[in-house]
């Protein structure tokens, strides 16, 4: 934020401090840190938690403050930022900076109208918005604004104007095409790495299609941990739009691009909190496509007993709010229900799900069948928005790019266009096998505890570990037979995980003869 003179306290209530960098990451948050004897910190009456106005070389921030009695933090005479704060201010350590009291965020006013059951206008929203995107919110305020907007929260209207504020408050991106594809999972279902898939079949049959992924918060990979892998992510716009103008496709970190940074606020709070609204859902996806550029999406809402969506009248309910926002807002979109009661493919951790998806991509007999014909399903939906492609054709065209080779020929190129990654990961060195307690077939797996088991494992920071299946659902088993392997790079990774699933195992085993047909739609 730029400093102005209505901006600046007066002289005499405005204090200077040499500014410190504190290395420590508050995960986009805006962190500043005070010694306790400071005469700031004294005089002016400030409190932990406290929010502060942080001026230096025309640049004003806010952040919340943190007290230190260390002075190997912080020195008295010094103002400690975190990293993101430091990184917002944009000055060097050493450089003399100015702190006041905050003003709290005129936007909370409608926060606390919405706590107390009221409709809010788009007016109020658009406030809300710019002050989280200007770090004017602690964590705290968001939270407050997230239950506030939570289950049952928001009308259809609500979520429309929440997503028009969150696309209005980032940058956006103009392709200048008229036909723009994207592809979205709502998440909950480990594994699922369809998009690195989808995205050089429908690449190669020429379509744009300029994938922005997220890295995971709490699931063992997100597309960006697991591209991540074999290529860089992390490109800037002007590398962006370079590539896929060429390429016709990308899997990148949406990151440094600030596409619906509101959204990426909002997800760093609601996402530990197990806070998940289909109001505050449809908008985080929403603003973030329609950001990007997109102008057709097909949507993938999985449905299964530990799957994000548990019922099929749930994700009916939700596809009909996403159908009602996105066609407000100029988007063709199309939602499929798709069985989500296990996992996707084999692997869960980025290593063992890039396996997955290079063994699709190199049409080896081992690769995961579910993966491939769930790829190829969603890539031909997506090829058939192409007005030249007769209805009903997309699959047989997604299957021959990927059979010819045309797909990992477009792969490759995109890994040598993004960079490929130079340091070789290997599979977690540390193994554990899970087996059958007792024989017959596998009935149920449960999601949510295969991915915890990975995410203590390690992944997705340890890039190796991870959760390999050996068993599906429909499969049988003797006793005592393998039903997964856990991978970990770290011994108190490899101790939390094994720990975890000596519990129970994540399966339950039934009689072959009564495992229900799995549910598919396309």
């Known amino acids: 934020m730029t400093e102005t003179a209505s901006d600046l306290r007066d002289n005499h209530i405005s ?15 805006n962190v500043a840190y005070l010694h306790r004897e400071c005469s700031v910190y ?4 400030f409190q932990a938690l406290a929010k502060i106005e942080v001026f230096c070389n025309g640049e004003r921030i806010e952040a919340v403050l943190n007290v230190v009695d260390d002075d190997k933090i ?15 201010l944009r000055a060097e350590e050493g450089h003399d900076v100015r702190v006041a009291q905050a003003e709290p965020p005129g936007s909370m006013d409608a926060v606390r109208r919405k706590i107390g059951g009221e409709r809010l206008s788009y007016d109020d929203y658009i406030s809300i918005t710019r002050d989280i995107a200007r770090s004017r919110y602690s964590k705290m305020e968001m939270a407050a604004f997230l239950v506030a907007t939570g289950q049952n929260g928001l009308d259809r209207d609500e979520v429309l104007l929440l997503t028009k504020a969150m696309l209005e408050t980032g940058s ?9 594809a994207d592809k979205h999972c709502i998440g909950g279902i480990p594994g699922n790495r369809t998009s690195m898939l989808v995205v050089p079949i429908v690449a190669a049959h020429g379509t744009l299609i300029p994938k922005t992924s997220s890295r995971a918060i709490t699931s063992p990979a997100g597309t960006a941990d697991t591209m991540e892998v074999l290529a860089r992510i992390d490109l800037l716009p002007e590398s962006l739009d370079k590539l896929v103008r060429v390429e016709r496709g990308c899997l990148v970190w949406g ?22 609204s289909q109001g505050q859902m449809v908008a985080s996806i929403l603003s973030k496509k329609l950001a990007a550029g997109a102008t057709h999406l097909l949507l993938d809402i999985p449905v299964g007993p530990t799957a994000k969506v548990r019922h099929m009248r749930d994700a009916m309910q939700l596809r009909k709010l996403f159908e009602y926002v996105g066609d407000r807002l100029g988007l063709y979109l199309e939602v499929v229900i798709t069985d989500g009661r296990q996992p996707v493919g084999r692997g869960i951790g980025p290593v063992l799900e890039v396996r997955d998806v290079m063994q699709v991509l190199e049409n080896d007999p081992r690769a995961p069948a579910d993966l491939r014909e769930k790829a ?8 058939e928005f192409d007005p030249d492609v007769r209805g009903g054709r997309g699959y047989a065209i997604a299957r021959e790019i990927l059979e010819s080779g045309r797909a990992l020929e477009k792969m490759n190129r995109i890994i040598q266009a993004q960079g490929m990654q130079e340091r070789k990961f290997e599979l977690g ?15 149920n797996i449960d999601n949510f505890f295969l991915a915890h088991a990975a995410r203590l494992a390690g992944a997705p920071i340890s890039k190796g570990a991870g959760v390999d299946l050996l068993k599906k659902l429909g499969d049988k088993v003797e006793k005592g037979e393998v039903l997964y392997r856990i991978h970990a790079e770290f011994p108190s990774n490899y101790d939390f995980a094994c720990d975890f699933v000596r519990q129970r195992t994540g399966y339950e085993l039934g009689e072959f003869d009564k495992i229900p047909k799995i549910y598919v739609e396309f």
């Open 74 to 88: 912080v020195n008295p005479d010094e103002l400690g930022l975190s990293e993101q704060a430091f990184s917002q």
């Open 172 to 180: 956006r991106i103009n392709w200048n095409e008229p036909l723009v």
């Open 376 to 383: 190829l399903r969603l890539a031909g939906r997506i090829i």
């Open 42 to 45: 004294r005089a002016e009456g």
């Open 255 to 276: 990151g440094t691009t600030r596409l619906a940074p509101v959204d990426d606020m909002l997800i760093s709070v609601e996402r530990p909190l197990g806070i998940d």
């Open 429 to 443: 060195k540390l193994t554990y096998e899970v087996c059958a307690e007792r024989s017959g077939a596998v009935a």
């Open 15 to 29: 204090y200077r401090l040499k500014l410190r960098r504190i290395a420590i990451d508050t995960y986009r948050e």
